[in-house]
Nanobody
Framework: GQLVESGGGLVQAGGSLRLSCAAS????????MGWYRQAPGKQRELVAT???????NYADSVKGRFTISRDNAKNTVYLQMNDLKPDDTAVYYC?????????WGQGTQVTVSS
């Protein structure tokens, strides 16, 4: 199974980007899906997660600016990022968890210029 991400890029501060992540058909019974990010020299950190039931969780640093959503029928998760800041610059990784396994995407670069 694999996760395929898209939507990263370069944007000015205050701008918006939308990330998408689609899980391949070989990944079944996904519980939670989410986004993590890793900036240069820092540890990977949680950005947002959403359960199959729609319950969401956000890092304090993105609350009110980012919105995570999920299409269960398509096994796809989205991250709408508004009012982006230079501190949001990182590689963003998609994550999916089943009862036994955890999957990671390859990462997509988000760069926010000041």
């Amino acid at each position: 199974g694999q996760l395929v991400e898209s939507g990263g890029g370069l944007v000015q501060a205050g701008g918006s980007l939308r990330l998408s992540c689609a899980a391949s058909g070989s990944i079944f019974s996904i519980n939670a899906m989410g986004w993590y990010r890793q900036a240069p020299g820092k540890q990977r950190e949680l950005v947002a997660t959403v359960t199959s039931g729609g319950r969401t969780n956000y890092a304090d640093s993105v609350k009110g600016r980012f919105t995570i959503s999920r299409d269960n029928a398509k096994n796809t998760v989205y991250l709408q990022m508004n009012d982006l800041k230079p501190d949001d610059t990182a590689v963003y990784y998609c994550n999916a968890r089943t009862g036994l396994l955890t999957f990671w995407g390859q990462g997509t670069q988000v760069t926010v210029s000041s």
